[in-house]
């Protein structure tokens, strides 16, 4: 094959949009950057929402080609997300292969980049003698805890939710065991044990690529890279969020429309993402709690968790809020606030100067867009690592509220009052404000050329250039 072929990456994201938009973006350096082409692969199962999928692939520069594996048969598996995303990749391995053989006739292809849940892949990627590396598409904190997981198993024999002082992971904040990663929270459930289990795998690549960056996240970065632990290089490149996006939903122009006849800085957007849901309870005490405040809202709202289905990734919308929100709360609000359902424009809303705070799940794309654009948070996590997250937001870096769970783990309408009025009015929501815009303007200028995660991104590919399959 001729070397004078530009060289060529193959990207492999796991399922889910959480996962593709960071990777697209990832992909998408490789071309604007640095003159690569690539191929993202994308495996899929049956009810993969194929819609989202065009839309997120629509704008791509004609470098990066595209392939959507065939839709896999889930339909005997439980509802467990982790589990679903292992199958859908691991059982579209065969057609992954077959991609890669078909790809590497016509490119020159010098590397296999697949998403931390794809570490199966790696092996076919070493059947073709292709080097293979691994996006991370979370934060630096979560991937030192994976990395640090086996002694935290080691040094531990009761569960760590009942350590009684906080867990101190290298390079990170200290973190109590109740807010550890999802899986951590029963240590004799299956999904604990591959957990231990996934952690040795990520080793199995040449480096690991993390969407977060050195100045955001510098104490677990440098303990990644300071051989604390028999890991790969870790590579800090971004952070990656959506550009050039493609706005769908008739309530898109509604709701920027809203927002701009409103006053700077005094709207909370309120997302729990597309796959986060409340119990009905709690949507009625953050729905009255939103009301006491008195401040502006713009809510995303999504079917509470009873009526959702079992699966967070496929919770629908709400075709009528007023179905699930308490009696008259639009009515009262209807100065105040807005509710939308359908979907909602997150990235043009977090831009948009009438926006001056952001309640959020604390999934790992929200926290980068929104440090991106400047916007202080009050941290609500549900599910996966985002309680970790939430931790190193208002410990650490201090750009977040949190606000304090009753009995029962229901956050009271009174807290949540508490909570919005001092983000968006109070002296310590002032204060989050100015750090997180003095965030933001690190975070734009790491990705310039000179720029930290630049740099290391280009330090990272640059030998690819060199490597050629024989």
Same mark, same amino acid.
């Given at each position: 094959?001729?070397?004078t072929l530009p060289?060529?990456?193959?990207i492999?994201?796991s399922?889910?949009m959480? &996962?593709l938009i960071p990777i697209?973006?990832?992909?998408?350096?490789?071309i604007?950057?640095h003159?690569?082409?690539?191929?993202?692969?994308i495996?899929?199962?049956?009810?993969?929402p194929?819609?989202?999928?065009?839309?997120a692939?629509?704008?791509?520069p004609?470098a990066?080609?595209?392939?959507i594996?065939p839709p896999?048969?889930?339909s005997?598996?439980s509802?467990?997300?982790?589990a679903q995303m292992?199958?859908t990749v691991n059982r579209?391995?065969?057609s992954?292969s077959?991609s890669?053989?078909t790809?590497?006739?016509? &490119?020159?292809?010098v590397?296999?980049?697949v998403?931390?849940? %794809?570490t199966n892949a790696i092996?076919?990627?070493?059947?073709? &003698?292709?080097?293979a590396?691994?996006?991370f598409a979370?934060?630096?904190?979560f991937?030192?805890?994976?990395?640090h997981?086996?002694k935290l198993?080691?040094?531990?024999?009761?569960e760590?939710?009942?350590?009684? $002082?906080p867990?101190?992971?290298?390079?990170c904040?200290?973190i109590?065991g109740? $807010?550890?990663?999802?899986?951590?929270q029963?240590?004799?459930t299956?999904n604990y044990?591959?957990?231990?289990e996934w952690s040795k795998?990520?080793?199995?690549?040449r480096?690991?690529?993390?969407?977060?960056?050195e100045e955001f996240e510098?104490?677990?970065i440098?303990?990644?890279?300071?051989k604390?632990?028999?890991?790969?290089?870790?590579?800090?490149?971004g952070p990656?969020?959506r550009?050039?996006v493609? %706005?769908?939903?008739?309530n898109?122009s509604?709701?920027l429309k809203?927002?701009?006849n409103q006053?700077? $800085?005094s709207?909370?957007?309120?997302?729990?993402g597309s796959?986060g849901?409340?119990?009905?309870e709690?949507l009625t005490?953050?729905?009255?709690?939103?009301?006491?405040?008195?401040?502006k809202?713009?809510w995303?709202?999504r +079917?509470?968790?009873?009526?959702?289905?079992?699966?967070?990734?496929?919770i629908?919308g709400?075709?009528?809020?007023s179905?699930?929100l308490?009696k008259?709360f639009?009515e009262?609000t209807?100065?105040?606030g807005?509710?939308?359902s359908k979907?909602a424009?997150?990235?043009?809303?977090?831009n948009h100067?009438?926006?001056g705070?952001f309640?959020?799940h604390?999934?790992?794309?929200?926290?980068?867009?929104s440090i991106? &654009?400047?916007?202080?948070?009050?941290?609500?996590p549900l599910?996966?690592?985002?309680?970790?997250t939430?931790?190193?937001l208002t410990?650490?870096?201090?750009?977040?509220?949190?606000?304090?769970p009753?009995?029962?783990?229901i956050?009271? +309408?009174?807290?949540?009052?508490k909570?919005v009025?001092e983000?968006?009015?109070g002296?310590e929501g002032?204060?989050?404000r100015?750090?997180v815009r003095?965030?933001?303007c690190?975070?734009?200028?790491t990705?310039?050329?000179g720029g930290?995660?630049?740099k290391?991104?280009?330090?990272?590919v640059?030998?690819?250039?060199?490597?050629?399959?024989?």
């Open positions: 094959m001729e070397k060289p060529h990456v193959i492999m994201p399922p889910g959480g &996962h697209i973006e990832f992909a998408k350096r490789f604007l950057d003159g690569f082409s690539a191929t993202i692969i495996p899929t199962e049956t009810n993969s194929f819609q989202a999928l065009k839309l692939l629509g704008s791509l004609s990066i080609n595209t392939i594996l896999v048969d889930l005997d598996l509802h467990d997300v982790l292992f199958a579209s391995l065969p992954f077959d890669i053989r790809i590497a006739s016509t &490119h020159r292809v590397s296999l980049v998403d931390s849940f %794809c092996h076919i990627a070493n059947e073709f &003698h292709i080097k590396y691994i996006f979370s934060s630096a904190l991937l030192s805890l994976v990395y997981s086996s198993d080691q040094d531990y024999s009761c760590f939710r009942d350590v009684p $002082d867990i101190q992971i290298p390079g904040v200290p109590r109740v $807010d550890l990663f999802i899986a951590f029963d240590r004799k299956e044990t591959k957990f231990l795998e990520l080793n199995f690549s480096g690991i690529f993390v969407n977060s960056f510098h104490g677990a440098e303990a990644l890279n300071g604390q632990w028999d890991n790969p290089p870790v590579y800090a490149i990656l969020i550009t050039g493609r %706005c769908d939903g008739s898109e509604d709701c809203w927002l701009d006053p700077p $800085d709207v909370l957007f309120v997302s729990f796959g849901t409340l119990s009905s709690q005490e953050l729905a009255l709690g939103l009301e006491m405040s008195d401040q809202f713009l995303f709202l +079917r509470p968790e009873k009526d959702a289905g079992a699966s967070y990734l496929r629908q709400v075709e009528d809020p179905e699930v308490p008259g639009l009262r209807r100065k105040s807005l509710v939308i979907w424009p997150q990235i043009e809303i977090l100067p009438s926006t705070g309640l959020t604390c999934g790992w794309n929200s926290i980068l867009e991106v &654009h400047g916007v202080p948070l009050i941290a609500w599910f996966a690592e985002q309680m970790m939430a931790v190193f410990d650490d870096v201090k750009v977040a509220l949190r606000p304090k009753m009995k029962g783990r956050i009271g +309408r009174d807290e949540i009052c909570v009025k983000l968006m009015e002296d002032k204060r989050l100015s750090k003095e965030l933001k690190v975070a734009t200028s990705l310039a050329e930290s995660s630049f290391t991104f280009a330090e990272a640059n030998p690819w250039r060199s490597y050629y399959r024989q």
